[in-house]
């Protein structure tokens, strides 16, 4: 009997590790599947707890600008609602003017 090695890739670090050495993480919105390696699941499990916002209530929204997709919104989750990417990130207190 074989064990078929399937090579995936992080989500995060963008490195190719075996599907064995990865979860499939759950807040994907496409139908493809996304994975993460552990090292990336240890170092960013202790900052961030199921994607929510480090010190942030249940209630409390932050200011949110996706790089990638240019989309700002307002989010307790650290995930882009428009094109489902947690990479590009970062806390907004920019205007639409600015983004122009």
Not at 50 to 55: A, D, F, K, P, W
């Amino acid at each position: 009997m074989r064990v078929l090695r399937i090579k995936v890739e992080c989500n995060r670090c963008k490195n190719v590790v075996d599907k064995l050495d990865a979860r499939e993480l759950s807040t994907s919105l496409t139908r493809t599947p996304r994975y993460e390696c552990y090292t990336c699941f240890r170092k960013f499990s202790h900052s961030t707890q199921g994607n929510e916002l480090v010190g942030a209530s249940q209630a409390e929204k932050q200011q949110l600008y996706c790089g990638k997709c240019r989309y700002k919104f307002n989010s307790v989750k650290l995930v882009c609602p428009y094109c489902g990417e947690s990479d590009n990130l970062m806390k907004s207190n920019m205007s639409i003017q600015d983004i122009i």
